[in-house]
Structure formats: C-alpha cells, structure tokens
C-alpha cells in the first residue's frame, strides 16, 4: 500500500527560512501529483499548490503563489514545501496528499502532518 | 471564506442519520466530481467518497455521497460515536484552476 511520510514537527523564528519534506513509497512516485495541504489552529483544509514528479509541473494556489516552493527530488521519491522568510501566520499543520489520478480533487493517501510553530 | 459551503456543525444521536451539505457553483461542483474526507480530533484527514458517490476501500456503506446540480452531500446512517469529527467536501475550480475545500462541518454525536 503507498505511504506519504513527512518530515518531523519544526520550531522557527519569524524571518528564518524552512523546508518540510514527504517521502512517497509502494508505490511508482513519478505517475502520481502530490499536493500540499496547509491546515491552521482550529482551522479547516486550504490547498496550498500540486506537483508533478514525473516532470516538476508545478501549480500554485493564488493564495500561495510566491509565499512557497514546491520542489521535487525524484531519485528519493520525496517532495518539498520550502519558505525563504517565516512569518506566524505561517504556523499551521501542513500535509502532503497523493492525487488518485489527473488533475483534481480526489487524494487517496495523506501523509501525517508536519507541525510549523513560527514564534519568537 | 471557503468557496464551497458547509453547514458549520452537525449532531445526532446514536443510530440516527445525518446528512452534510456542500454547496457550491457551475466552476467546481457543477463541472466536476465532489471529493469527501473525514478528519477526526489529531488525526490527517481520511479519504471517505470519491467521484461523488463512490466509497473508498474499507470504508462502511453507512456512509454514502450524492450530487445535484451545485450541491453535494454525505450522509451518515447507522451513527456511532466513532464518526464524531470533522468532515470536508473538496472538488476542482476551473475559474481557480485549483482543489478547493469546504470549510468543514464539526459532526457531534450526542
């Protein structure tokens, strides 16, 4: 069965740069989008963007377009949400989410979560 | 402000049924299929309903999706305390070009 495995919870002050990463296995990870998926406190499912490992396409939401990055390393099977300038609105879960098949909204697994805490 | 909307709570007693709504417009759910996913208290979201109706491997048939038109829903039968948690609607916005959520409906069950 696929397996998404992000990286552990992280403690940032505002202004530092960070790199949170989700490591697919079991399954062919360059035939499937991942997606990210940000989740503040208390808050509901905001889609932050989606990447193609076969080929890095890349899409953003307008809502996060230039706030992240979203990259690939194929050779390890693991994507990458990245930040250049924390804020504290940017404290949040963030997950990593597999896309059953073509572009859309159906994701069959769901990696567990990373915990963000910007905080000075 | 989600552009999918959701009834922010819901209960039920034991047994009973419940449904939950997502509305939305002709650039999401009127175009395309409507996703469903559970979340319960500390844990990643599960995957439920996918193609509007169609359950997920492993997943109760007291759980079913239904769509018209802009409005989707899921109902609950048979409901257990397990199922309290929080539940997201999802689909595609070609206006967007983009996966949008509903903003979540906290089911309680009494």
């Known amino acids: 069965e696929a397996q998404l495995v992000q990286s552990g919870a992280e403690m940032k002050k505002p202004g530092e740069s960070l790199k949170i990463s989700c490591q697919g296995s079991?399954?062919?990870?360059?035939?499937?989008?991942i997606a990210w998926v940000r989740q503040m406190p208390g808050k509901g499912l905001e889609w932050m963007g989606i990447i193609y490992p076969g080929d890095s396409d890349t899409r953003y939401s307008p809502s996060f377009q230039g706030q992240v990055t979203i990259s690939v390393d194929k050779s390890i099977s693991t994507t990458y949400l990245q930040w250049s300038s924390l804020k504290a609105s940017d404290t949040a879960i963030y997950y990593c989410a597999r896309l059953s098949g073509v572009l859309g909204s159906d994701f069959d697994y769901w990696g567990q979560g990373t915990l963000v805490t910007v905080s000075s | 402000q989600s552009v999918l909307t959701q009834s922010p709570s819901a209960s039920g007693t034991p047994g009973q049924r419940v449904t939950i709504s997502c509305s939305g417009s002709g650039s999401n759910i009127g175009s395309t299929t409507v996703n469903w996913y559970q979340q319960l208290p500390g844990t990643a979201p599960k995957p439920l309903i996918y193609?509007?109706?169609q359950r997920r491997s492993g997943v109760p048939d007291r759980f079913s999706g239904s769509k018209s038109g802009t409005s989707a829903s899921l109902a609950i039968s048979g409901l257990q305390s397990e199922d309290e948690g929080d539940y997201y609607c999802a689909a595609w916005d070609d206006s967007l070009n983009g996966v949008v959520f509903g903003g979540g409906t906290k089911l309680t069950v009494l």
């Open positions: 193609r509007d109706n």
């Open positions: 079991e399954y062919r990870f360059t035939s499937y989008w």
